[in-house]
Protein backbone atom coordinates (compact mmCIF):
# COMPACT_ATOMS: atom_id res chain seq x y z
CA UNK A 1 0.00 0.00 0.00
CA UNK A 2 1.01 3.33 -0.78
CA UNK A 3 1.71 5.93 2.58
CA UNK A 4 0.23 8.78 3.06
CA UNK A 5 1.63 11.72 0.58
CA UNK A 6 1.37 15.26 1.42
CA UNK A 7 2.13 18.12 -1.58
CA UNK A 8 3.92 20.30 -1.49
CA UNK A 9 6.46 19.25 0.41
CA UNK A 10 8.54 23.04 1.00
CA UNK A 11 6.17 26.48 0.77
CA UNK A 12 7.52 29.41 1.08
CA UNK A 13 5.06 32.21 1.35
CA UNK A 14 4.35 35.89 2.60
CA UNK A 15 3.14 36.94 5.65
CA UNK A 16 -1.11 38.12 4.81
CA UNK A 17 -1.04 35.25 1.29
CA UNK A 18 -3.08 32.15 1.90
CA UNK A 19 -2.02 28.98 1.35
CA UNK A 20 -3.64 25.42 0.79
CA UNK A 21 -1.92 22.11 1.39
CA UNK A 22 -2.67 19.08 0.55
CA UNK A 23 -2.97 14.96 1.91
CA UNK A 24 -3.58 12.00 0.12
CA UNK A 25 -4.64 9.05 2.94
CA UNK A 26 -3.68 5.76 2.88
CA UNK A 27 -5.96 3.85 0.54
CA UNK A 28 -8.94 2.52 2.30
CA UNK A 29 -8.13 4.69 5.52
CA UNK A 30 -11.56 7.59 5.94
CA UNK A 31 -10.08 9.90 8.83
CA UNK A 32 -7.80 11.92 8.58
CA UNK A 33 -6.13 14.67 10.50
CA UNK A 34 -3.67 17.57 10.15
CA UNK A 35 -0.92 18.28 12.96
CA UNK A 36 1.31 21.62 13.60
CA UNK A 37 4.65 20.73 14.34
CA UNK A 38 6.82 24.07 15.41
CA UNK A 39 9.76 23.99 17.72
CA UNK A 40 9.27 23.08 21.47
CA UNK A 41 5.73 22.54 21.26
CA UNK A 42 5.89 19.19 20.01
CA UNK A 43 2.43 18.23 17.38
CA UNK A 44 -0.54 20.18 18.21
CA UNK A 45 -3.64 19.13 16.86
CA UNK A 46 -5.52 21.24 14.37
CA UNK A 47 -8.65 19.16 12.77
CA UNK A 48 -10.11 15.23 12.11
CA UNK A 49 -12.06 14.44 9.37
CA UNK A 50 -13.93 11.52 8.90
CA UNK A 51 -16.15 10.54 5.39
CA UNK A 52 -15.66 14.44 4.80
CA UNK A 53 -16.83 15.92 8.23
CA UNK A 54 -15.32 17.79 10.67
CA UNK A 55 -15.11 15.27 13.33
CA UNK A 56 -12.70 17.13 15.70
CA UNK A 57 -11.09 20.75 16.15
CA UNK A 58 -8.08 22.01 17.92
CA UNK A 59 -8.08 25.22 19.68
CA UNK A 60 -6.95 27.06 16.40
CA UNK A 61 -8.18 29.83 14.97
CA UNK A 62 -10.47 30.48 12.03
CA UNK A 63 -7.57 31.13 9.80
CA UNK A 64 -6.79 27.50 9.47
CA UNK A 65 -9.68 25.06 7.79
CA UNK A 66 -9.82 22.22 5.93
CA UNK A 67 -12.21 19.79 4.02
CA UNK A 68 -12.33 16.03 2.90
CA UNK A 69 -13.54 15.27 -0.06
CA UNK A 70 -15.10 11.59 -1.28
CA UNK A 71 -12.17 10.43 -2.07
CA UNK A 72 -11.02 10.83 1.71
CA UNK A 73 -8.16 13.00 0.26
CA UNK A 74 -8.36 16.41 2.37
CA UNK A 75 -6.89 19.86 2.38
CA UNK A 76 -6.23 22.73 4.82
CA UNK A 77 -6.26 26.42 4.27
CA UNK A 78 -4.66 28.94 6.26
CA UNK A 79 -5.44 32.29 5.19
CA UNK A 80 -4.02 35.44 6.22
CA UNK A 81 -0.69 34.01 6.90
CA UNK A 82 1.68 34.81 10.06
CA UNK A 83 5.05 34.46 10.76
CA UNK A 84 4.23 32.37 13.46
CA UNK A 85 2.40 30.09 11.02
CA UNK A 86 5.65 28.95 10.01
CA UNK A 87 6.09 25.17 10.91
CA UNK A 88 5.96 21.67 9.70
CA UNK A 89 2.39 20.77 8.29
CA UNK A 90 1.69 16.91 9.57
CA UNK A 91 -1.33 15.08 7.65
CA UNK A 92 -1.97 11.28 9.14
CA UNK A 93 -4.71 9.01 8.13
CA UNK A 94 -6.14 5.94 10.02
CA UNK A 95 -8.78 3.30 9.57
CA UNK A 96 -11.50 4.56 11.67
CA UNK A 97 -10.34 6.09 14.61
CA UNK A 98 -7.26 8.13 16.10
CA UNK A 99 -5.64 5.02 17.15
CA UNK A 100 -2.80 4.07 15.41
CA UNK A 101 -2.73 6.24 12.78
CA UNK A 102 0.00 6.68 9.90
CA UNK A 103 1.94 9.99 9.38
CA UNK A 104 2.61 11.86 6.10
CA UNK A 105 6.13 13.47 5.35
CA UNK A 106 4.33 16.65 6.20
CA UNK A 107 4.82 19.88 4.55
CA UNK A 108 7.32 22.28 5.64
CA UNK A 109 5.52 25.94 5.21
CA UNK A 110 8.03 28.79 5.47
CA UNK A 111 6.17 32.73 6.09
CA UNK A 112 8.46 35.74 5.71
CA UNK B 1 -2.91 23.26 30.14
CA UNK B 2 -0.64 20.67 28.81
CA UNK B 3 -2.16 16.57 29.29
CA UNK B 4 1.03 15.25 27.65
CA UNK B 5 4.09 16.03 29.33
CA UNK B 6 7.86 15.34 28.44
CA UNK B 7 9.50 17.20 30.45
CA UNK B 8 13.29 16.08 29.15
CA UNK B 9 13.74 18.24 25.73
CA UNK B 10 16.76 16.27 24.88
CA UNK B 11 18.68 12.75 26.16
CA UNK B 12 22.33 11.44 25.68
CA UNK B 13 22.96 7.87 25.84
CA UNK B 14 26.21 5.85 24.96
CA UNK B 15 25.22 3.28 22.35
CA UNK B 16 24.66 -0.25 24.10
CA UNK B 17 22.91 1.68 27.30
CA UNK B 18 19.66 1.55 28.34
CA UNK B 19 17.23 5.08 27.09
CA UNK B 20 14.97 5.82 29.41
CA UNK B 21 11.90 8.20 28.17
CA UNK B 22 9.36 9.54 30.26
CA UNK B 23 6.17 10.59 29.78
CA UNK B 24 3.26 11.88 32.46
CA UNK B 25 -0.07 12.86 31.71
CA UNK B 26 -2.77 14.24 33.91
CA UNK B 27 -6.00 13.57 32.01
CA UNK B 28 -7.31 10.35 33.76
CA UNK B 29 -9.91 9.91 30.73
CA UNK B 30 -6.84 8.86 28.59
CA UNK B 31 -6.58 4.96 28.27
CA UNK B 32 -4.24 4.35 25.62
CA UNK B 33 -0.90 5.35 24.79
CA UNK B 34 1.37 5.38 22.42
CA UNK B 35 4.72 6.68 21.42
CA UNK B 36 6.06 7.48 18.00
CA UNK B 37 9.24 8.24 16.56
CA UNK B 38 10.54 10.73 14.12
CA UNK B 39 13.53 11.58 12.01
CA UNK B 40 14.37 15.20 10.51
CA UNK B 41 12.12 15.70 6.87
CA UNK B 42 10.10 12.91 7.58
CA UNK B 43 6.67 12.16 9.57
CA UNK B 44 6.64 10.65 12.75
CA UNK B 45 6.15 6.44 12.55
CA UNK B 46 4.24 4.50 15.07
CA UNK B 47 6.60 2.37 17.51
CA UNK B 48 4.60 0.84 20.70
CA UNK B 49 1.58 1.25 22.37
CA UNK B 50 -0.25 0.29 25.76
CA UNK B 51 -3.60 0.14 26.89
CA UNK B 52 -4.59 0.77 30.36
CA UNK B 53 -5.36 -2.87 31.28
CA UNK B 54 -1.74 -3.59 31.04
CA UNK B 55 1.63 -2.11 33.03
CA UNK B 56 4.15 -3.25 30.53
CA UNK B 57 4.34 -3.75 26.61
CA UNK B 58 7.31 -5.24 25.18
CA UNK B 59 8.20 -5.13 21.38
CA UNK B 60 12.05 -6.12 20.52
CA UNK B 61 14.12 -3.73 21.97
CA UNK B 62 11.66 -1.45 22.90
CA UNK B 63 9.73 -1.60 26.28
CA UNK B 64 6.70 0.75 27.62
CA UNK B 65 5.78 0.76 30.98
CA UNK B 66 2.33 2.22 32.23
CA UNK B 67 2.20 3.67 36.04
CA UNK B 68 -1.34 4.63 36.21
CA UNK B 69 -1.69 5.62 39.96
CA UNK B 70 1.29 8.17 38.79
CA UNK B 71 -0.04 8.92 35.44
CA UNK B 72 3.26 8.13 34.22
CA UNK B 73 4.84 6.14 31.02
CA UNK B 74 8.50 5.58 30.02
CA UNK B 75 10.10 3.57 26.92
CA UNK B 76 12.74 1.78 27.54
CA UNK B 77 15.44 1.27 24.76
CA UNK B 78 17.88 -1.82 25.17
CA UNK B 79 19.97 -1.87 23.90
CA UNK B 80 20.30 1.59 22.47
CA UNK B 81 21.36 2.08 18.51
CA UNK B 82 22.88 4.99 16.87
CA UNK B 83 20.27 4.58 14.55
CA UNK B 84 17.44 5.05 17.56
CA UNK B 85 18.70 8.52 17.72
CA UNK B 86 15.32 10.67 16.53
CA UNK B 87 12.47 12.69 18.23
CA UNK B 88 10.42 10.36 20.37
CA UNK B 89 6.78 11.63 21.49
CA UNK B 90 4.36 10.35 23.58
CA UNK B 91 0.72 10.66 23.02
CA UNK B 92 -2.54 9.56 24.40
CA UNK B 93 -6.14 9.04 23.96
CA UNK B 94 -9.35 8.22 25.45
CA UNK B 95 -11.17 5.76 24.34
CA UNK B 96 -14.67 7.02 25.33
CA UNK B 97 -15.25 8.72 22.22
CA UNK B 98 -13.54 10.19 18.99
CA UNK B 99 -11.20 11.99 20.45
CA UNK B 100 -7.90 12.97 18.83
CA UNK B 101 -4.67 11.75 19.75
CA UNK B 102 -2.68 14.12 22.30
CA UNK B 103 0.79 14.84 21.91
CA UNK B 104 3.90 15.35 23.95
CA UNK B 105 6.54 18.16 23.25
CA UNK B 106 8.85 15.45 21.92
CA UNK B 107 12.51 14.37 23.55
CA UNK B 108 15.10 14.27 20.89
CA UNK B 109 17.18 10.81 22.11
CA UNK B 110 20.62 11.15 20.89
CA UNK B 111 23.01 7.32 20.78
CA UNK B 112 26.56 7.57 20.92
CA UNK B 113 28.00 5.64 19.67
Known amino acids: KAGVTQTPRYLIKTRGQ ?3 LSCSPISGHRSVSWYQQTPGQGLQFLFEYFSETQR ?5 PGR ?14 VSTLELGDSALYLCASSATSAYEQYFGPGTRLTVT | ?4 KQNSPSLSVQEGRISILNCDYTNSMFDYFLWYKKYPAEGPTFLISISSIKDKNEDGRFTVFLNKSAKHLSLHIVPS ?13 SNSGNT ?14
Open chain 2, 100 to 113: PLVFGKGTRLSVIA
Open chain 2, 1 to 4: DQQV
Open chain 1, 64 to 77: FSGRQFSNSRSEMN
Open chain 1, 18 to 20: QVT
Open chain 2, 81 to 93: QPGDSAVYFCAAI
Open chain 1, 56 to 60: NKGNF
